[in-house]
Nanobody, 125 residues
């Protein structure tokens, strides 16, 4: 299994970015992808998660800090998860990672076996 994250960059406070995470390999027909972020000196923290399913249904979950500003979505045909980030703040500055959930709580990094390489988001005030 491989995950490829992209879309990071530098933006001013209040701006927007869209991150992408493409999943390849043997994932099973139904799986969950999570976005996490890690700022320098901080632990990796959950941002949002979404479930893929062959019939199109699924669920999403967000960290309180990004709710109403970030939107996670998926394109089943492309096996790609998107994270639309609006109204960005300086505290959103971090390296963003996508991961494939394997077991346990989806907001915990211990529940993820595979990770993408991360993409850097910098928000300047």
């Amino acid at each position: 299994v491989q995950l490829q994250a992209s879309g990071g960059g530098s933006v001013q406070s209040g701006g927007s970015l869209r991150l992408s995470c493409t999943v390849s390999g043997r994932t099973g027909s139904s799986y969950t992808v999570g976005w996490f972020r890690q700022a320098p000196g901080n632990e990796r923290e959950f941002v949002a998660g979404i479930t893929f399913s062959p019939w199109g249904g699924g669920s999403t979950r967000y960290a309180d800090s990004v709710k109403d500003r970030f939107t996670i979505s998926r394109d089943n045909a492309k096996s790609t998860v998107y994270l639309q980030m609006n109204s960005l703040k300086s505290e959103d500055t971090a390296r963003y990672y996508c991961g494939l959930h394997s077991a346990g709580n989806i907001i915990s990094t211990s529940g993820y076996r595979y990770w993408g390489q991360g993409t850097l988001v910098t928000v300047s005030s």
